[in-house]
């Protein structure tokens, strides 16, 4: 069974560009959630999308959105990027509270 | 004040030493309660979860979850270096989750 797929694994980008990140949940996971992981902050919450509609949201500014597709790939947006959004960008997928499966994490630095 | 408290380390045991991660939380409607393990560049993984106060044992790991002390507890006994990782506690309300900091752990062979 394939796991949750993040693409892409590093990325780096200057200040002000904007930058789209990609998730393949689980087959049958209809649940799409996104984490912004930093030595500082640890998991923040940005969203979660379920059945393509966002469900949840976090405490991040305007410039985070994300999509879900029919198939349940999601994707995530920043623009205008700041040197603050380095991080690793986790997507995680599930079928309900027991527990999410995490990807690997985009890892994206901005310079 | 975090819903969610874990304290970071960093944690250095020896190998065979019986190891306890510790997170407190804030929030009585936290209904289910999870360990996550998570290696040097990789997502976390699931390890434990449970859902009830008590005890539940998988193998070297026991989770423990007191709700009437808001305080949850993993133990890990004859650690091994394989266990050298950082561990998040997580809990969920509704369709929310919430994750402590993480601890950072290194056994040492």
Wanted: contains cysteine.
């Amino acid at each position: 069974k394939a796991g949750v797929t993040q693409t892409p694994r590093y990325l780096i980008k200057t200040r002000g560009q904007q930058v789209t990140l990609s998730c393949s949940p689980i087959s049958g996971h209809r649940s799409v959630s996104w984490y912004q992981q930093t030595p500082g902050q640890g998991l923040q919450f940005l969203f979660e999308y379920f059945s393509e509609t966002q469900r949840n949201k976090g405490n991040f500014p305007g410039r985070f959105s994300g999509r879900q597709f029919s198939n349940s790939r999601s994707e995530m947006n920043v623009s205008t990027l700041e040197l603050g959004d380095s991080a690793l960008y986790l997507c995680a997928s599930s079928l309900s509270h027991y527990g999410y499966t995490f990807g690997s994490g985009t890892r994206l630095t901005v310079v | 004040q975090k819903e969610v408290e874990q304290d970071p380390g960093p944690l250095s045991v020896p190998e065979g030493a019986i190891v306890s991660l510790n997170c407190t939380y804030s929030n009585s409607a936290f209904q289910y309660f999870m360990w996550y393990r998570q290696y040097s560049r990789k997502g976390p993984e699931l390890l434990m979860y449970t859902y009830s106060s008590g005890n539940k044992e998988d193998g070297r790991f026991t989770a423990q979850v007191d709700k009437s002390s808001k305080y949850i507890s993993l133990f890990i006994r004859d650690s091994q270096p394989s266990d050298s990782a950082t561990y998040l506690c997580a809990m969920v309300h509704g369709n929310q989750f919430y994750f402590g900091t993480g601890t950072s752990l290194t056994v040492i062979p």
